[in-house]
């Protein structure tokens, strides 16, 4: 069975620092990974995703993952936050590609940026 | 604008009422979703509409039941629910899972906030 698991329920940074939102993942076929931000009472977003490629991954607003094998993990990173980046973050597997597999989410990880 | 919209955005009702959620999207998908969205709690997935056939069920009560007429279209019709259904229900959208056309993503409306007297 597929899982996914958001250790962390909230990082807290200052604006213009790194952040790292952690992910890791368990499928038994090729992942298929998804991050996916939330901002207060509206649906979830689409940010970017792995299927196939380069491990790292560029998105939207600046966000990038990097898809590592061997620690089963799906890291979302961001070289300077802003304090608009502060919203709920989702992870995302899907084991495959076929009809029957479908999307599992994570927990979610409040990510909170200070001024 | 994701091209998924969901109406009514809130919803209040009590136990004895029925209600509907409606979901419409703009995107050419063929599958779509219903997802529970409950303070503290992962994304629950109730349902899965591709080419506008049922193909996913999961254990969802029948005080919750699903439509979808055609393609573009889904709603969720609501009768008496009880106090533990509040939450955020959001649909969303995709291309045909395991088709060439998949590209994987799902594409989420805003959601209706349900809250139940």
């Known amino acids: 069975a597929q899982s996914v698991a958001q250790p962390e329920d909230q990082v807290n940074v200052a604006e213009g620092n790194p952040l790292t939102v952690k992910c890791t993942y368990s499928?038994?076929?090729?992942?298929?990974l998804f991050w996916y931000v939330q901002y207060p009472n509206r649906g979830l977003q689409f940010l970017l995703k792995?299927?196939?490629?380069?491990?790292l991954v560029k998105g939207s607003y600046g966000f990038e993952a990097e898809f590592n094998k061997s620690q089963t993990s799906f890291h979302l990173k961001k070289p300077s936050a802003l304090v608009s980046d502060s919203a709920l973050y989702f992870c995302a597997v899907r084991d495959g590609r076929s009809s029957a597999s479908k999307i599992i989410f994570g927990s979610g990880t409040r990510l909170s940026i200070r001024p | 604008e994701t091209g998924v919209t969901q109406t009514p955005r809130h919803l209040v009702m009590g136990m004895t009422n029925k209600k509907s959620l409606k979901c419409e999207q703009h995107l050419g998908h063929n599958a779509m979703y219903w997802y529970k969205q409950s303070a503290k709690k992962p994304l629950e997935l109730m349902f899965v509409y591709s080419l506008e056939e049922r193909v996913e069920n999961n254990s969802v009560p029948s005080r919750f039941s699903p439509e979808c007429p055609n393609s573009s279209h889904l709603f969720l019709h609501l009768h008496t629910l009880q106090p533990e259904d509040s939450a955020l229900y959001l649909c969303?959208?995709?291309?045909?899972?395991?088709?060439?056309?998949?590209?994987?993503?799902?594409?989420f409306g805003e959601g209706s906030r349900l809250t139940v007297l």
């Open positions: 969303a959208s995709s291309r045909e899972p395991g088709t060439h056309k998949d590209t994987g993503e799902l594409f």
């Open positions: 499928v038994s076929g090729n992942p298929y």
């Open positions: 792995y299927i196939t490629g380069d491990n």
